[in-house]
């Protein structure tokens, strides 16, 4: 009987310890933690606008001005009101009273804005004690954030199969994701070896983000400017490309009219460009907010003597806000072809050549066209009706400068990455040709610290041929010829006497 009452003690133990546990599990949870996804690198701050409040009509009330924000955002003047559209936009099944209407994402986004109470920094994933609605704020360089609204409520929290682990009235936790977008500007160009030709047509592409509305500001500004230098924006006729395309729509948004260019003749380098107005992108609503904005747009290369560079950068305007795209940077190539006599002792002026390209077929194009700068500098010119197929060698040393050259040296500018040859069309004086092309390969490995020859500033290549001089004939004349010469005017004379004599006897008779 001892045992026994022993045993119904412990089972009586064991029971109450159960209770309690199971008391204690299903006890509410008094904190919730708030997290922000999306928003890693973000600096966080927060203020509660809303708390629960079971002496009011909706069971909640605002906190602090935030009802002057909603209020003005919803267009009532009862904070009952405004707190019962929120419910209407969180629920819409919920008939609401007064002919109330849900509130719209429009005007939750503008009374987030409104709100003015002190934000107070906020670590991500961190705990309330209250229930409620938060205001969150992000802020992270190089990109604009929506204002967010955590709602934290009351419910039971259970575990994954199903058992109540906290009951009513536990807080609930909340997770939220930002809605961020980039004020970044990026751009590409079509042209991946880094070398262009004057004449070439290079295709941009920039990319750039709608940001988010901010409704208390009542101009929107979006805009996109681009810089360009040492070419010519080529936005209508064969071959252009002008569009502006936003991420959804199956057709551009605009074209060539959008663009509003600056200084159109490049008269002078530096302050050729344009603008695109994107405001138009931006509302209240932010339907089109953190959407890619691709601009495809086409240039000319005009290239002018000693500049061997194409630079171009965009900058994106967001309100007062500006970014700056990296420069892309294309880069001329040239190549200097020295020629020699047989011994490489002296330097031939005068030697005439054609230059050919090898194209993508393995074959050569026919001779290209160049204009000259002086003789010996001859630049790329696939478009000037005055310019030449056969270039030549310079005749004299002319140091320094923009024109510096050398005797004997050809210098070529203006042309793309590739490989060359040179073909001798003309030999100098007392030389023969040297029917051997010489190639020439510019490319990624072409020397780019060359700082001695006027305009091949960045990509050079070097070549040389070398020629011989012409061979000699042997002389005539010597005292053979003489004996000869003096014998035939013996013959001719003895002949032209004979001839009178006869003449004269036939007379007589």
């Not at 690198?41 to 001005?65: C, H, R, Y």
């Not at 969180?90 to 209407?101: A, F, S």
């Not at 691709?294 to 290369?301: A, D, F, M």
Request: proline content about 3%; aromatic content about 10%; glycine content about 8%.
């Amino acid at each position: 009987m001892r045992k026994l009452r022993k045993v119904m003690a412990l089972l009586l133990t064991l029971a109450m310890v159960m209770g309690l546990s199971l008391t204690a599990f299903a006890a509410p949870k008094n904190s919730a933690t708030i997290t922000v996804e999306n928003a890693d690198n973000a600096t966080l701050s927060m203020v509660q606008v809303i708390k629960a409040d079971p002496k009011t009509e909706t069971g909640w009330a605002f906190v602090g001005n935030a009802a002057t924000a909603y209020k003005t955002a919803f267009g009532v003047e009862n904070d009952q009101d405004a707190i019962w559209m929120l419910i209407g936009a969180k629920n819409n099944e919920i008939e609401l009273p007064r002919e109330l209407t849900p509130a719209s994402a429009a005007q939750i986004n503008q009374a987030l804005n409104l709100v003015s109470d002190e934000f107070k920094t906020f670590t991500n994933g961190s705990a309330v004690y209250e229930a409620g609605v938060y205001v969150i704020n992000a802020v992270e360089k190089d990109y604009t954030y929506n204002k967010m609204a955590a709602y934290v409520g009351f419910g039971e929290i259970k575990d994954d199969e199903g058992t109540v682990i906290n009951g009513y009235p536990s807080l609930i936790d909340a997770v939220l994701e930002a809605k961020k977008s980039p004020i970044t500007i990026k751009k590409d160009v079509d042209d991946n070896d880094g070398y262009y030709a004057i004449g070439q047509i290079l295709t941009y592409t920039l990319e750039t983000y709608v940001p988010y509305a901010k409704p208390d500001e009542t101009n929107f500004k979006f805009m996109v400017t681009d810089d360009l230098f040492n070419a010519q924006y080529y936005l209508t006729g064969e071959k252009s490309i002008a569009k502006i395309e936003l991420e959804g729509e199956t057709e551009p948004i605009g074209g060539a009219s959008e663009f509003k260019l600056r200084d159109p003749q490049g008269e002078d380098f530096f302050t050729k460009g344009f603008t695109i107005d994107l405001s138009k992108l931006i509302d209240k609503s932010n339907s089109n907010a953190g959407k890619k904005v691709t601009i495809t747009y086409t240039v000319k290369v005009t290239g002018e003597y000693g500049t061997n560079d194409i630079w171009n950068n965009a900058i994106a305007h967001v309100g007062e806000e500006e970014t700056d795209s990296e420069q892309v940077r294309l880069h001329t190539g040239n190549i200097i072809l020295t020629k020699y006599n047989e011994e490489e002792t002296e330097k031939l002026a005068g030697a005439g050549f054609e230059v050919r390209k090898k194209l993508n077929n393995g074959n050569y194009s026919e001779p290209l066209k160049f204009k000259e700068i002086i003789r010996g500098i001859y630049q790329y010119a696939p478009d000037d009706p005055n310019a030449v197929t056969e270039i030549f060698t310079g005749d004299q040393n002319q140091p320094g400068g923009a024109l510096s050259i050398e005797k004997g040296e050809l210098i070529i500018t203006g042309i793309d990455a590739g490989e060359y040859q040179f073909i001798e069309k003309t030999a100098p004086k007392g030389y023969s040709i040297n029917s051997t092309p010489v190639t020439a390969v510019l490319d990624e490995d072409s020397d780019k610290n060359f700082r001695e020859r006027g305009i091949s500033k960045t990509y050079v290549e070097f070549v040389s041929m070398t020629d011989t001089k012409l061979a000699e004939l042997p002389g005539t004349g010597g005292i053979g010829t003489t004996i000869f010469t003096i014998d035939g005017c013996v013959i001719m004379i003895a002949a032209a006497g004979l001839y009178f004599a006869s003449r004269r006897k036939h007379g007589e008779n």
